[in-house]
T-cell receptor
Framework: TQLLEQSPQFLSIQEGENLTVYCNSS?????LQWYRQEPGEGPVLLVT???GGEVKKLKRLTFQFGDARKDSSLHITAAQTGDTGLYLC?????????WGAGTKLIIKP | DSGVTQTPKHLITATGQRVTLRCSPR?????VYWYQQSLDQGLQFLIQ???????AKGNILERFSAQQFPDLHSELNLSSLELGDSALYFC????????????FGEGSWLTVV
């Protein structure tokens, strides 16, 4: 069974701080996606990383795909209250998405 | 607005009952996915349909079934409901026009009492 482990499961920090969320697996993925989900809504795709070692930036969010395509990280710089939400990673394996359990992020004003 | 429409948004029903959740995918999307999200299980993939045919099966119970109709809308049928089936059920769709990006609906909240 393929697993995608996310850490931490829960993170509560002050506005302005930096944070990193990790997504790890023993399996290789052809691509990895990061989603953000707000209460009462479905997950929304933030980014897809495809190439090992790839780094993508989305404003204050930096996504990195591990060289071996088994892990990924999401780094948020100077977090804002609007970043609050559930962050999910999903790895593409044989055209099926394997989902992490999510990181619940709370940014306090 | 993702373009994926789910009904009903909220549903309360008793144990042992049967419910049907409905999903209209984004215009032109041929793939429809169903997911279950509960507090202790995270997002669980249930089943995928592509243009009316079952494409992939995940952790879907035998009490649950789904289908995709010729107009591409989909229904998820949940029967012999148990308290543990209480969860948020998401439908999602994808299509070539959007590079196979998966778009989620807002979900159907099911509470079994």
């Amino acid at each position: 069974t393929q697993l995608l482990e996310q850490s931490p499961q829960f993170l509560s920090i002050q506005e302005g701080e930096n944070l990193t969320v990790y997504c790890n697996s023993s399996s290789v993925f052809s691509s990895l996606q990061w989603y953000r989900q707000e209460p009462g809504e479905g997950p929304v795709l933030l980014v897809t990383v495809v190439t090992g070692g790839e780094v993508k930036k989305l404003k204050r969010l930096t996504f990195q795909f591990g060289d071996a395509r088994k892990d990924s990280s999401l780094h948020i710089t100077a977090a804002q209250t609007g970043d609050t939400g559930l962050y999910l990673c999903a790895g593409d394996s044989n055209y099926q998405l394997i989902w992490g359990a999510g990181t619940k992020l709370i940014i306090k004003p | 607005d993702s373009g994926v429409t789910q009904t009903p948004k909220h549903l309360i029903t008793a144990t042992g009952q049967r419910v049907t959740l409905r999903c209209s995918p984004r215009s032109g999307d041929l793939s429809v996915y169903w997911y279950q999200q509960s507090l202790d299980q995270g997002l669980q993939f249930l089943i995928q349909y592509y243009n009316g045919e079952e494409r992939a099966k995940g952790n879907i119970l035998e009490r649950f079934s789904a289908q995709q109709f010729p107009d591409l809308h989909s229904e998820l049928n949940l029967s012999s409901l148990e308290l543990g089936d209480s969860a948020l059920y998401f439908c999602a769709s994808s299509g070539i026009s959007a590079g196979n990006t998966i778009y989620f609906g807002e979900g159907s909240w099911l509470t079994v009492v």
